[in-house]
C-alpha cells in the first residue's frame, strides 16, 4: 500500500507539473511574476522619460531633431499602405546576399526591408519568405537606423529621416561589395555611410563625418531599432519575445512590450561591452555598438497617433569634431534567423558578451544546450530529427540503466510479495499505524525500496522539459519532417481519431485533435502501467485506469517530436521491465489486469 501510494503521489506530481507547463505556460497568468523580476533587473533612471534625443549624464545637452534616437520615426499620413507601396514611395539601394533580399531606403538611409531567403511561413516551399523588415509607413513597420545627435551649443544639420542620401558607386549590397552613401549638408560638413554585410546577418554600418567648416563642434552616434504596433507573440511562458539586451555587470534583461508600454522608459546604466534589440520566437534583431566604446542603453515606448512605438536604441559617447577633422563610429546589426551555430559563431567570432542568451535557452541552459547539440549532432549523422530524438531517447536510457534497473528490479520484487502485503492488509485493516508499520518491516526483510517505482517517472521529467524546451525555441526543429504525416516535429500532430484521421471531412477543435502518435504514446503508456502491480485501492485503480487517457489529451497538441519521443521511451521501458521481470522469476500479467478493467479474471498479484 505504501509503495502504491508514493508511486501515485509521484504521478500525480508530474501530472500537475505537465498540467501547469502546458497551460501556465500557454497564458499570461505568470506575468505579473515575470514583471516583478524584470523589474529587479532594469534599473529605471527616472519614472519620466528625458526629452528625446538627450545625451546620457555627463554629455553635452542635444536639441531633440527628427530621426534622433528617442524620436520615432513620424508616422506617414493616412492609414498603413501594403508593404509594396511603402517600400516603393522612396529611392533605394538593393540587398542581395546567399540568406537576405531586400533594400536600403536611401531616404533617411535606414535598413527596413528584409526577407529571409531561407525560410518560408509554411511547410510548403511555394510559400513566401519570412518578412523580417518593414518601412515605415506599412503595417508592422520594423527597421534599423544610425545617425548623429547635433550638440546644442555648436549645432550641425545632421541628416534626418528624410534626408536622402546619394549612393557612391554601383551595385547592390553583398558579402562582396560593401556600399556607400553620401550627403552634403551645405554648410561645411559631409556625411557617408557605409554598409557591409557577411553570407549570413551581420551588418556592420560605419558613419562618417568630415567637416570643411572653420569651427569646432561634437556629435553624438546612436543607432535605433524601431517597430511600430504590438507585435503578435506566441504567449508562453518559457520564451522571451521582445526587448532584449545584455549591458555589462546588469548581465542579461528581457523586458516586455508590456514592460514598455507601461513604463514608457527603461535606461540600464551607462555600459561598454553591451547589445541590444528585439526578439521573436525564431528571428531577431540587435544592435551591436564597438566594445570598446561606453554607450547608453534605452529601451522605450512612445504612441504615435493610435499606434505604439517600441525603441531599442544605443547613444554614443560624444565625438569632437574639429575644423577640418573627421569623426566616424562603427556599428554592428545582426538581423536573421536565431540559428545555433551562427548566434554562437558570431559570439565567438566578434566578442559579444552572451550573444547566444538571444536564444531562450531557459534557467535550464546547463541542459537544454547541450541536448540541443546532442540532438543536432545526431541528425547530421542520421539525416532526420525524428531519428536523432529516437536516438537520444536511447542514449538518455542507457546512461541511466543501472538506476532503472534497481526501480524495476525493485517494482518486480514488490509483485513477489502481493500476497504477504494482502495479507497484511487483512490483518491490520483496522489499524493503519500497524499496518505501515508492518509493511516497512516487510520491505526491509525483502531490501525493497518502496520509493523506487517513482525513479523512472522522475528521470523523465528533465529531459522532457529539455526536449520541449529545444523543440519550441530552436529553428533548427522548425518544420523539421519525421516520416509519413509528420512534415514539422516543432507542431502537433495533425491526425485526430475524431475525424477518422482524414477520411471525413471535418476538422476538430484542437482540444479533440488527437493524432496517430497521441494514440502510440497512450497506448505505450497504458500497456507499461498494467504491467505494474494492481493498486488494491479502487479509487487507486481508477486513477491509473485513466491516467494514459489524460496524458494522450495532455500531449496531443504539444510538438510531435516530444510526443514521439514519448512514445519510444514508453516503449523501450516496456522492453527494460519484460526482461527485468522474467530475470526475477514475476509473471507478466499483462492480459490479466486488462481483463480485470472489464470484470474478467483478475490480476492474481
Known amino acids: 500500500m505504501f509503495a502504491n501510494k508514493n508511486y501515485i503521489v509521484a504521478i500525480a506530481l508530474s501530472i500537475a507539473v505537465l498540467l501547469g507547463w502546458q497551460y501556465f505556460v500557454a497564458g499570461p ?24 534625443g538627450a545625451p546620457s549624464a555627463g554629455q553635452a545637452p542635444a536639441p531633440t531633431a527628427p530621426g534622433t534616437p528617442g524620436t520615432p520615426t513620424t508616422a506617414l499620413p493616412g492609414a498603413p499602405v501594403s508593404r509594396e507601396a511603402a517600400i516603393a514611395r522612396s529611392p ?46 506599412a503595417a508592422d513597420a520594423y527597421f534599423a537606423e544610425f545617425g548623429w545627435v547635433s550638440d546644442a551649443g555648436t549645432p550641425v544639420k545632421v541628416p534626418g529621416q528624410d534626408t536622402v542620401w546619394t549612393q557612391e558607386g554601383t551595385g547592390a549590397l553583398s ?24 553570407a549570413k546577418y551581420m551588418f556592420t554600418i560605419k558613419d562618417e563625418v568630415t567637416s570643411a567648416a572653420g569651427r569646432q563642434t561634437t556629435l553624438y552616434p546612436y543607432s535605433v531599432v524601431s517597430r511600430h504596433g504590438t507585435p503578435h507573440t506566441s504567449g508562453y511562458y518559457i520564451l522571451h519575445e521582445g526587448p532584449i539586451g545584455v549591458f555589462g555587470d546588469e548581465g542579461l534583461q528581457e523586458p516586455s512590450y508590456k514592460d514598455l508600454k507601461d513604463k514608457i522608459k527603461i535606461e540600464p546604466p551607462k555600459t561598454s561591452g553591451a547589445w541590444i534589440g528585439f526578439v521573436d520566437k525564431y528571428w531577431a534583431t540587435a544592435l551591436i555598438p564597438d566594445a570598446a566604446k561606453p554607450v547608453q542603453p534605452r529601451f522605450a515606448s512612445t504612441p504615435v497617433g493610435s499606434t505604439e512605438t517600441y525603441q531599442t536604441f544605443m547613444l554614443g559617447d560624444g565625438a569632437p569634431l574639429a575644423a577640418g577633422g573627421t569623426v566616424s563610429q562603427t556599428t554592428r546589426l545582426f538581423a536573421g534567423a536565431k540559428e545555433v551555430a ?12 552572451k550573444f547566444d542568451r538571444v536564444i531562450d535557452w531557459g534557467w535550464f541552459y546547463f541542459i537544454t544546450k547541450p541536448l ?30 543501472p538506476l532503472a534497473n534497481k526501480s524495476y528490479d525493485s517494482m518486480s520484487k514488490m509483485k513477489k510479495i502481493q500476497p504477504e502485503m494482502k495479507e497484511l492488509q487483512e490483518r491490520f485493516k483496522e489499524d493503519r499505524a500497524k499496518q505501515q508499520q508492518a509493511m516497512m518491516e ?11 517505482g517513482c525513479v523512472p517517472i522522475l528521470l523523465q521529467i528533465p529531459v522532457f522539459f529539455s526536449l520541449y524546451k529545444v523543440l519550441f525555441i530552436t529553428i533548427e526543429m522548425r518544420q523539421a519532417p519525421f516520416y509519413g504525416w509528420i512534415h514539422d516535429l516543432a507542431s502537433h500532430d495533425p ?14 477543435p484542437a482540444m479533440l485533435m488527437i493524432g496517430v502518435w497521441p494514440l502510440i504514446m497512450g497506448v505505450t503508456m497504458f500497456v507499461q502501467m498494467k504491467m505494474n502491480p494492481t493498486p488494491p485501492d479502487p479509487t487507486q485503480k481508477i486513477m491509473f485506469d485513466w491516467m494514459p487517457v489524460l496524458f494522450t489529451f495532455m500531449l496531443a497538441n504539444m510538438p ?38 472489464f470484470g474478467g479474471a483478475k490480476a492474481s498479484g
Open 495 to 508: 491526425t485526430s481519431l475524431f475525424n477518422l484521421f482524414g477520411l471525413i471531412p471535418w476538422q476538430p
Open 92 to 137: 533605394r539601394l538593393a540587398i542581395d546576399t546567399p540568406a537576405l533580399a531586400g533594400s536600403i531606403n536611401l531616404a533617411g538611409g535606414r535598413i527596413d526591408d528584409l526577407k529571409l531567403k531561407g525560410y518560408r511561413e509554411t511547410v510548403d516551399r511555394s510559400s513566401p519568405n519570412i518578412v523580417l523588415l518593414s518601412p515605415a509607413g
Open 372 to 401: 540541443f547539440f546532442l540532438i543536432d549532432w545526431l541528425n547530421h549523422l542520421l539525416g532526420n530529427f525524428g531519428l536523432a530524438i529516437l536516438a537520444v531517447t536511447v542514449i538518455v536510457k542507457a546512461l541511466f540503466f
Open 442 to 452: 516487510l520491505y526491509r526483510r525483502e531490501k525493497i525500496n518502496p520509493l523506487a
Open 560 to 597: 510531435a517530436g516530444l510526443v514521439i519521443y514519448w512514445a519510444w521511451n514508453n516503449s523501450l521501458s516496456i522492453l527494460q521491465q519484460g526482461i527485468i521481470m522474467r530475470k526475477n522469476g514475476v509473471k507478466i500479467e499483462l492480459w490479466d489486469n486488462i481483463k480485470g478493467m
Open 342 to 353: 551562427t548566434v554562437d559563431g558570431y559570439a565567438a567570432a566578434l566578442n559579444i558578451n
Open 175 to 198: 558579402p562582396s561589395n560593401p556600399v556607400t552613401i553620401a550627403f552634403d549638408n551645405g554648410e561645411g560638413y559631409v556625411f557617408k555611410r557605409t554598409f557591409a554585410v557577411d
Open 29 to 52: 497568468r505568470l506575468e505579473a511574476e515575470r514583471l516583478r523580476r524584470l523589474a529587479e533587473q532594469a534599473q529605471v533612471q527616472a519614472t519620466q522619460p528625458t526629452p528625446p
